[in-house]
């Protein structure tokens, strides 16, 4: 099982990006799909999922200006992301859990900044 990342970049403040994670390998059961970030020294931070139910979930910081989209069938999980701010910067990881296991991507690089 592997998980690519895309969609990432440099974006002024204001912007939008839309990183893109898609699932390949042998997979049988898609659950809880979500994007984490994270900056140096910090923890690794929850930002959005979404369950196999479609219910989602947001940290506060980003309530309102990012939306979580996610296709159990399609292996695939959006993070649509408007209203950037210099402080959402950070490398983006996808977070989905395949055949009852939990795996990352490599992490996308998003940077705000004018």
């Not at 994670?21 to 929850?46: F, H």
Request: aromatic letters at 8%; charged letters at 15%.
């Amino acid at each position: 099982v592997q998980l690519v990342e895309s969609g990432g970049g440099l974006v002024q403040p204001g912007g939008s990006l839309r990183p893109s994670c898609v699932a390949s390998g042998s997979i049988v059961s898609v659950g809880t799909m979500g994007w984490y970030r994270q900056t140096p020294g910090k923890q690794r931070e929850l930002v959005a999922e979404i369950s196999s139910s479609q219910t989602t979930n947001y940290a506060d910081s980003v309530k309102g200006r990012f939306t979580i989209s996610g296709d159990s069938a399609k292996k695939t999980v959006h993070l649509q992301m408007n209203s950037l701010k210099p402080e959402d910067t950070a490398v983006y990881y996808c977070s989905i859990w395949l055949n009852y296991a939990h795996y990352w991507g490599q992490g996308t690089q998003v940077t705000v900044s004018s």
